[in-house]
């Protein structure tokens, strides 16, 4: 088996995207924990819920921590259980939904450190990049061992007997002809003709050594069984 493409640029954008997810993970954390005192996000059956839906979950916590009778059938609003105990419930709305807010008038979010004006990371989102990710000690973080084994997918490999003497013929072309040139120098405008004919590269895009193309090698060993 002979590794012949490394996809580096969708392995990139998979980790910018992952470092992304778990930013805005801990973002969502933060904001949970700095806007109420009683319940913090702890572990990731919590933070599930959370992110399923952020004001639904926040306004229930709210009710459930209320020391209220009623009469039966009747519920405390949200909104006034918050007022009652100086809560910011509007500006949690307003940070976990992307909207505008006034940060120097939110302790909460001071102390959260998240730039408002972006909505918190969606259930779709996270679960996109969840097994990717480790809960710990109360926030997100990479998982590097599942991260690099995901990435792999981007990797292509010569494994049949006929892919692997493609790719061996393409690397012995290319010792081949820059021990000829190092032995009899010909100029770059010849090089460039032989690297076009042969679907080679050369090492400094139009003079140096020549290398193989691995985009070409890669497409060639697909039609290959």
Not at 48 to 74: C, S
Not at 100 to 105: G, L, Y
Request: aromatic share 10%; proline share 4%.
């Amino acid at each position: 088996m002979i590794k012949i493409y490394d996809d580096t640029k969708k392995a990139a954008e998979f980790d910018a995207g992952l470092n992304n997810a778990v930013q805005r993970c801990n973002e969502l954390i933060n904001i949970w924990n700095e806007f109420q005192p009683f319940a913090r996000c702890s572990d990731v059956a919590t933070f599930e819920q959370i992110v399923t839906a952020p004001g639904q979950m926040f306004d229930r916590l709210l009710i459930e921590n209320v020391q209220m009778t009623a009469n039966k059938g009747l519920k405390p609003s949200a909104e006034q259980v918050a007022l009652l105990y100086d809560i910011d419930r509007l500006n949690f709305y307003n940070l976990v939904e992307g909207k505008p807010i006034k940060i120097e008038n939110c302790a909460p979010c001071q102390r959260a450190k998240v730039k408002p004006g972006k909505q918190a990371i969606s259930l779709a989102e996270y679960r996109r990049y969840a097994p990717y990710m480790i809960f710990s000690e109360g926030e997100f973080i990479v998982d590097t061992a599942a991260a690099a084994d995901y990435k792999k997918k981007f990797e292509i490999y010569a494994t049949t007997p006929a892919q692997v003497a493609v790719a061996t013929h393409y690397d012995n072309l290319v010792k081949l002809l820059n021990k000829h040139c190092a032995d009899y120098p010909i100029n770059n405008s010849d090089k460039e003709r032989i690297a076009r004919s042969f679907n080679l590269y050369l090492t400094e895009a139009i003079s140096g050594n020549f290398m193989v193309n691995s985009e070409h090698l890669k497409n060639l060993i697909q039609t290959i069984q």
